[in-house]
Protein backbone atom coordinates (compact mmCIF):
# COMPACT_ATOMS: atom_id res chain seq x y z
CA UNK A 1 0.00 0.00 0.00
CA UNK A 2 2.86 2.31 0.82
CA UNK A 3 4.31 1.47 -2.21
CA UNK A 4 1.44 2.24 -4.25
CA UNK A 5 0.87 5.88 -2.48
CA UNK A 6 4.89 6.89 -3.43
CA UNK A 7 4.25 5.64 -7.24
CA UNK A 8 1.02 8.25 -6.95
CA UNK A 9 2.84 10.84 -5.50
CA UNK A 10 5.73 10.48 -8.23
CA UNK A 11 3.01 10.50 -10.72
CA UNK A 12 1.20 13.55 -9.75
CA UNK A 13 4.72 15.41 -9.32
CA UNK A 14 5.17 14.66 -12.90
CA UNK A 15 1.99 15.91 -14.19
CA UNK A 16 2.80 19.27 -15.88
CA UNK A 17 1.77 22.17 -13.87
CA UNK A 18 -0.05 23.97 -16.15
CA UNK A 19 -2.69 22.25 -18.67
CA UNK A 20 -4.04 24.09 -21.59
CA UNK A 21 -7.89 24.55 -22.02
CA UNK A 22 -8.09 23.21 -25.52
CA UNK A 23 -12.09 24.00 -25.33
CA UNK A 24 -11.59 27.57 -24.66
CA UNK A 25 -14.09 28.02 -22.17
CA UNK A 26 -12.76 31.25 -21.76
CA UNK A 27 -12.80 32.76 -24.65
CA UNK A 28 -16.04 30.93 -25.66
CA UNK A 29 -17.77 33.09 -22.72
CA UNK A 30 -16.20 36.52 -24.63
CA UNK A 31 -17.88 35.77 -28.15
CA UNK A 32 -21.00 34.69 -25.76
CA UNK A 33 -21.30 37.72 -24.86
CA UNK A 34 -19.98 40.59 -27.07
CA UNK A 35 -19.72 38.78 -30.83
CA UNK A 36 -22.65 38.65 -32.60
CA UNK A 37 -23.07 38.01 -36.75
CA UNK A 38 -18.76 38.53 -37.05
CA UNK A 39 -19.64 41.53 -35.27
CA UNK A 40 -17.88 43.06 -31.94
CA UNK A 41 -19.22 44.87 -28.92
CA UNK A 42 -16.30 46.81 -28.49
CA UNK A 43 -18.12 49.28 -25.85
CA UNK A 44 -19.18 46.46 -23.92
CA UNK A 45 -15.88 44.72 -24.62
CA UNK A 46 -14.04 47.55 -22.83
CA UNK A 47 -16.12 47.28 -19.91
CA UNK A 48 -15.19 43.87 -19.26
CA UNK A 49 -12.29 42.92 -20.65
CA UNK A 50 -10.93 40.64 -17.89
CA UNK A 51 -11.60 37.31 -19.72
CA UNK A 52 -10.48 37.99 -22.98
CA UNK A 53 -6.92 39.54 -21.34
CA UNK A 54 -6.91 36.55 -18.96
CA UNK A 55 -7.41 34.30 -22.46
CA UNK A 56 -4.57 36.22 -23.75
CA UNK A 57 -2.14 35.92 -20.76
CA UNK A 58 -2.51 32.36 -20.62
CA UNK A 59 -1.09 31.66 -24.18
CA UNK A 60 2.53 32.81 -22.00
CA UNK A 61 2.29 29.66 -19.88
CA UNK A 62 2.81 27.60 -23.00
CA UNK A 63 6.24 26.38 -23.15
CA UNK A 64 7.10 25.87 -26.74
CA UNK A 65 7.67 22.30 -25.72
CA UNK A 66 4.26 21.49 -24.87
CA UNK A 67 3.12 23.31 -27.79
CA UNK A 68 5.67 20.93 -30.10
CA UNK A 69 3.47 18.03 -28.44
CA UNK A 70 0.01 19.03 -29.65
CA UNK A 71 -1.69 18.07 -32.69
CA UNK A 72 -1.74 20.07 -35.84
CA UNK A 73 -5.18 20.82 -35.86
CA UNK A 74 -4.75 21.41 -31.72
CA UNK A 75 -1.96 23.76 -32.88
CA UNK A 76 -4.24 25.75 -35.48
CA UNK A 77 -7.13 26.17 -33.17
CA UNK A 78 -4.31 27.54 -30.64
CA UNK A 79 -2.88 29.96 -32.92
CA UNK A 80 -6.30 30.83 -34.93
CA UNK A 81 -8.06 31.86 -31.47
CA UNK A 82 -4.26 33.49 -30.30
CA UNK A 83 -5.00 35.78 -32.94
CA UNK A 84 -8.65 36.37 -33.35
CA UNK A 85 -8.36 37.61 -29.68
CA UNK A 86 -4.91 39.41 -29.52
CA UNK A 87 -6.57 41.48 -32.75
CA UNK A 88 -9.62 42.31 -30.01
CA UNK A 89 -7.76 43.48 -27.48
CA UNK A 90 -5.42 45.80 -29.66
CA UNK A 91 -7.97 47.29 -30.54
CA UNK A 92 -9.16 47.74 -26.44
CA UNK A 93 -5.78 49.12 -26.28
CA UNK A 94 -6.51 52.17 -28.63
CA UNK A 95 -9.81 52.68 -28.02
CA UNK A 96 -11.62 54.67 -29.15
CA UNK A 97 -10.84 54.25 -32.93
CA UNK A 98 -12.57 53.59 -36.62
CA UNK A 99 -10.30 51.47 -38.14
CA UNK A 100 -7.41 49.27 -36.76
CA UNK A 101 -5.02 51.49 -39.24
CA UNK A 102 -4.96 53.92 -36.77
CA UNK A 103 -2.82 51.93 -34.91
CA UNK A 104 1.38 52.34 -35.18
CA UNK A 105 2.51 55.22 -36.88
CA UNK A 106 4.31 56.62 -40.25
CA UNK A 107 7.08 53.63 -39.99
CA UNK A 108 5.02 51.06 -37.70
CA UNK A 109 1.86 49.01 -38.24
CA UNK A 110 -0.66 47.76 -36.42
CA UNK A 111 0.36 43.77 -37.40
CA UNK A 112 3.84 44.58 -36.07
CA UNK A 113 2.81 46.04 -32.60
CA UNK A 114 4.30 43.50 -30.28
CA UNK A 115 1.89 43.52 -27.33
CA UNK A 116 1.19 39.62 -26.10
CA UNK A 117 3.05 36.73 -24.95
CA UNK A 118 3.78 33.67 -26.74
CA UNK A 119 6.98 30.92 -26.24
CA UNK A 120 8.67 33.62 -24.41
CA UNK A 121 9.27 36.10 -27.02
CA UNK A 122 7.34 39.43 -27.05
CA UNK A 123 4.85 38.73 -30.44
CA UNK A 124 2.72 40.51 -32.91
CA UNK A 125 -0.38 39.65 -34.49
CA UNK A 126 2.07 39.70 -38.08
CA UNK A 127 4.55 36.93 -36.80
CA UNK A 128 1.11 34.81 -35.33
CA UNK A 129 -0.07 35.00 -39.04
CA UNK A 130 3.66 34.58 -41.05
CA UNK A 131 5.83 33.54 -39.33
CA UNK A 132 3.88 30.61 -37.31
CA UNK A 133 0.41 30.12 -39.15
CA UNK A 134 1.70 30.41 -43.11
CA UNK A 135 5.15 28.94 -42.35
CA UNK A 136 4.47 26.06 -40.80
CA UNK A 137 1.32 24.84 -41.87
CA UNK A 138 0.94 25.72 -45.59
CA UNK A 139 -3.17 25.79 -44.89
CA UNK A 140 -4.61 28.43 -47.01
CA UNK A 141 -7.98 28.29 -44.98
CA UNK A 142 -6.33 30.32 -42.17
CA UNK A 143 -6.89 33.49 -44.42
CA UNK A 144 -10.55 32.88 -44.15
CA UNK A 145 -10.39 32.59 -40.12
CA UNK A 146 -8.22 35.03 -38.76
CA UNK A 147 -9.90 38.20 -38.04
CA UNK A 148 -8.09 42.05 -38.12
CA UNK A 149 -10.95 43.79 -36.99
CA UNK A 150 -12.08 44.65 -40.24
CA UNK A 151 -15.58 44.68 -42.57
CA UNK A 152 -13.97 43.08 -45.17
CA UNK A 153 -12.19 40.37 -43.23
CA UNK A 154 -14.02 37.05 -43.06
CA UNK A 155 -16.42 36.82 -40.01
CA UNK A 156 -15.46 36.47 -36.60
CA UNK A 157 -17.58 33.36 -35.52
CA UNK A 158 -19.60 33.26 -32.32
CA UNK A 159 -18.16 29.82 -31.41
CA UNK A 160 -13.70 29.33 -30.44
CA UNK A 161 -11.82 26.97 -32.92
CA UNK A 162 -11.70 23.68 -31.47
CA UNK A 163 -9.32 20.53 -32.71
CA UNK A 164 -12.32 18.22 -33.17
CA UNK A 165 -14.53 20.77 -35.35
CA UNK A 166 -11.45 22.28 -37.17
CA UNK A 167 -11.82 21.37 -40.98
CA UNK A 168 -15.43 21.65 -40.85
CA UNK A 169 -15.52 25.02 -39.00
CA UNK A 170 -12.27 26.38 -41.79
CA UNK A 171 -14.87 24.33 -44.64
CA UNK A 172 -17.51 26.94 -43.19
CA UNK A 173 -15.83 30.07 -43.08
CA UNK A 174 -14.30 29.07 -46.60
CA UNK A 175 -18.04 28.79 -47.69
CA UNK A 176 -19.06 31.90 -46.17
CA UNK A 177 -16.33 34.18 -47.27
CA UNK A 178 -16.36 33.24 -50.79
CA UNK A 179 -19.89 32.64 -51.95
CA UNK A 180 -22.21 34.53 -49.01
CA UNK A 181 -20.07 38.09 -49.06
CA UNK A 182 -20.68 39.58 -52.54
CA UNK A 183 -19.59 43.15 -51.69
CA UNK A 184 -15.90 41.34 -51.10
CA UNK A 185 -16.51 38.00 -53.15
CA UNK A 186 -18.46 37.50 -56.32
CA UNK A 187 -18.61 36.67 -59.93
CA UNK A 188 -20.51 38.77 -62.01
CA UNK A 189 -20.88 39.19 -65.58
CA UNK A 190 -18.05 36.99 -66.55
CA UNK A 191 -15.48 38.41 -63.95
CA UNK A 192 -14.35 37.07 -61.05
CA UNK A 193 -14.20 40.21 -57.86
CA UNK A 194 -12.40 38.88 -55.36
CA UNK A 195 -10.64 39.88 -51.74
CA UNK A 196 -7.61 41.86 -51.62
CA UNK A 197 -6.50 39.25 -49.49
CA UNK A 198 -5.91 36.96 -52.45
CA UNK A 199 -3.49 39.90 -53.30
CA UNK A 200 -1.78 39.90 -51.26
CA UNK A 201 -1.36 35.81 -50.47
CA UNK A 202 -1.84 34.70 -53.92
CA UNK A 203 1.47 32.25 -53.29
CA UNK A 204 -0.81 30.16 -50.69
CA UNK A 205 -3.47 29.81 -52.89
CA UNK A 206 -1.13 28.77 -56.13
CA UNK A 207 -1.68 32.26 -57.56
CA UNK A 208 -4.21 33.11 -60.08
CA UNK A 209 -4.82 29.35 -61.70
CA UNK A 210 -5.80 28.13 -57.77
CA UNK A 211 -7.53 31.04 -57.19
CA UNK A 212 -9.95 30.37 -60.21
CA UNK A 213 -10.04 26.41 -59.30
CA UNK A 214 -11.14 27.60 -55.57
CA UNK A 215 -13.87 29.95 -56.55
CA UNK A 216 -15.00 27.18 -59.31
CA UNK A 217 -16.27 24.94 -56.17
CA UNK A 218 -18.73 28.28 -55.61
CA UNK A 219 -19.54 29.31 -59.15
CA UNK A 220 -19.13 26.37 -61.94
CA UNK A 221 -19.11 29.04 -64.73
CA UNK A 222 -15.69 30.45 -63.57
CA UNK A 223 -12.72 29.16 -66.16
CA UNK A 224 -9.19 28.85 -66.52
CA UNK A 225 -9.95 32.28 -68.42
CA UNK A 226 -12.00 34.40 -65.84
CA UNK A 227 -10.81 37.71 -65.53
CA UNK A 228 -9.69 38.46 -61.86
CA UNK A 229 -10.28 42.09 -60.21
CA UNK A 230 -9.81 42.80 -56.88
CA UNK A 231 -12.71 44.40 -55.10
CA UNK A 232 -11.99 47.26 -52.63
CA UNK A 233 -11.12 46.37 -48.51
CA UNK A 234 -13.24 47.93 -46.09
CA UNK A 235 -10.69 48.57 -43.45
CA UNK A 236 -13.91 50.33 -40.85
CA UNK A 237 -13.77 48.10 -37.49
CA UNK A 238 -16.18 45.16 -37.75
CA UNK A 239 -18.14 46.94 -34.57
CA UNK A 240 -22.05 46.37 -33.87
Request: glycine share 2%; hydrophobic share 40%; aromatic share 16%.
Amino acid sequence: MRKLILCLAVLICALPSFAFDHTYVQYQSVLDRFVKNGKVDYEGLLQDREDLDAFVASYADVPFERYQAFTQREKLAFLINLYNAAAMQLILNHWPLETIQDIGGLFSSPWNQKFFRLFDHNVSLGMVEHDILRADFKEPRIHFAIVCASKSCPILRSDAYVDSKLFDQLAEQEKSFLSERPEVNRFEDGVLYVSPIFKWFREDFDNEEGIRTLFQIYYPDVNNKTPIRYTEYDWSLNKQ
